[in-house]
């Protein structure tokens, strides 16, 4: 059974950048797309971007100035980094397998920007 | 960018009714790559259907999802009391893979 983990700061200071991790168990990286979402408070689903194992990406066009997705295989990880933090970045964020669909998720990390 | 609009927004059934929910693109979602998701308070989603009308793994048949081009529909047969939820569409026939807002079917 495949299992995702985020983990991470739950406190972000503004204009910090915020890492997170996710770590695959049960199942490779290898051979599918893996995708940040995030969901502030009470709000519908983001999509922040998607990256291929081999390291290919796509990023939301409102966000692309400030994202990095990457994918360490040799780890079973990927990562997000969002810089220039604000209080309207305040949400779970959620790493998921994507496979016709996001058929496995983390069970998402709450992120907080605050002072 | 593709913008996905939901509707209704708010959906009041009783269980046992039949649940009709609505995506429609704001252009033609390529080979029909449009996805469905429920999510419940507190949880992440979870996957129904995918490429408009294919069920995911041990989703019930009471799930079916249509539709091409533009306009998709989820429709819940007989609603279950665990179906009482948010429902998103995502489309991935473009570069960006957007969500629509979400319709939230609750207990009449």
């Known amino acids: 059974q495949v299992q995702l983990q985020e983990s991470g700061p739950g406190l972000v200071k503004p204009s910090e950048t915020l890492s997170l991790t996710c770590t695959v168990s049960g199942g490779s990286v290898n051979n599918y797309y893996w995708g940040w979402i995030r969901q502030p408070p009470g709000k519908g689903l983001e999509w922040i971007g998607h990256?291929?194992?081999?390291?290919?990406?796509n990023y939301n066009p409102s966000l692309k100035s400030r994202v990095t997705i990457s994918v360490d295989t040799s780890k079973n990880q990927l990562s997000l980094k969002l810089s220039s933090m604000t209080a309207a970045d305040t949400a779970v964020y959620y790493c998921?397998?994507?496979?016709?669909?996001?058929?496995?998720w983390g069970q998402g990390t709450l992120v907080t920007v605050s002072s | 960018e593709i913008v996905l609009t939901q509707s209704p927004g708010t959906l009041s059934l009783s269980p046992g009714e039949r649940a009709t929910l609505s995506c429609r693109a704001s252009q033609s979602v390529n080979n029909n790559y449009l996805v469905w998701y429920q999510q419940k308070p507190g949880q992440a989603p979870r996957l129904l259907v995918f490429r408009a009308s294919i069920r995911a793994t041990g989703i019930p048949d009471r799930f079916s999802g249509s539709g091409s081009g533009t306009d998709f529909t989820l429709t819940i047969g007989r609603l279950e009391p665990e179906d009482f939820a948010v429902y998103y569409c995502?489309?991935?026939?473009?570069?960006?893979?957007?969500f629509g807002q979400g319709t939230k079917v609750e207990i009449k």
């Open positions: 990256i291929y194992y081999s390291g290919n990406t």
């Open positions: 998921a397998r994507w496979n016709e669909g996001m058929d496995y």
């Open positions: 995502q489309e991935h026939g473009s570069s960006s893979w957007t």
